[in-house]
């Protein structure tokens, strides 16, 4: 049997530290997926789009940014830089990474696909987790999320424990103080200047959220 895990974490960095500790515990590359934000330009500027990804919807087609985050191997090795519609430019791998490129390429086609939404749901998360986990990413975050066997979940949790996320119900009441109520897959992709205010807002404000299913 196995777990899902997942965390939002504001900085990109903690993210990746957090994922590399997962990958020395022993979770294998393709248990784990991370989606981060690229709308600051922060892995890289790039123009590519639904276009450069194959009908499987592998990232790997994608330009590799591998290099430029820092990631000399595993998972981070294969990062492909990407826009899709609903998040805007992102940096992805794993299998969660490709459940968000085929509802990309879904929603340019007019398909109906899985979302990153539903992807969550079907991991095991509330619904509220999974719009708020999908808006953070939107909003400049970084999702990472492992599915780890339960002789590893203690240790796991005790990774990504040591590492800042973002607590989702918290997260959620603030995106609500202003208006806020769903993820939505329509609405414009966040700005660059966006991207950056929306970091500056929660600054070294962060809690551990340990989200597992």
Do not use: C
Request: proline share 2%; net charge negative; no cysteine.
């Amino acid at each position: 049997m196995t777990k899902t895990l997942t965390r939002l974490f504001d900085d990109y960095s903690d993210a990746k530290s957090a994922l590399n500790d997962l990958e020395r515990l022993g979770v294998p590359h393709d248990s784990i997926s991370i989606v981060a934000n690229n709308a600051d330009g922060a892995h890289g500027d790039h123009d590519t789009s639904l276009d450069d990804v194959n009908d499987r919807g592998d990232v790997g087609r994608g330009v590799s940014t591998g290099a430029a985050v820092g990631g000399v191997g595993g998972l981070l090795a294969g990062l492909g830089l990407l826009a899709i519609p609903g998040l805007g430019p992102i940096v992805a791998a794993g299998w969660l990474a490709s459940t968000v490129v085929g509802a990309g390429i879904g929603a340019a086609g007019g398909a109906a696909t899985g979302t990153i939404v539903g992807a969550l749901k079907d991991a095991g998360h509330t619904d509220d987790e999974a719009h708020v986990y999908s808006e953070g990413v939107r909003r400049g975050g970084t999702l990472l999320s492992a599915r780890v066997d339960d002789s590893l979940a203690t240790e796991a949790e005790a990774v990504l424990d040591r590492h800042r996320s973002v607590d989702a119900t918290t997260r959620g009441a603030a995106y609500r103080q202003d208006g806020w109520t769903r993820f939505d897959e329509a609405a414009p992709a966040y700005t660059r200047d966006e991207v950056v205010a929306e970091r500056g807002r929660y600054g070294s404000v962060s809690s551990t959220n340990a989200s597992t299913y």
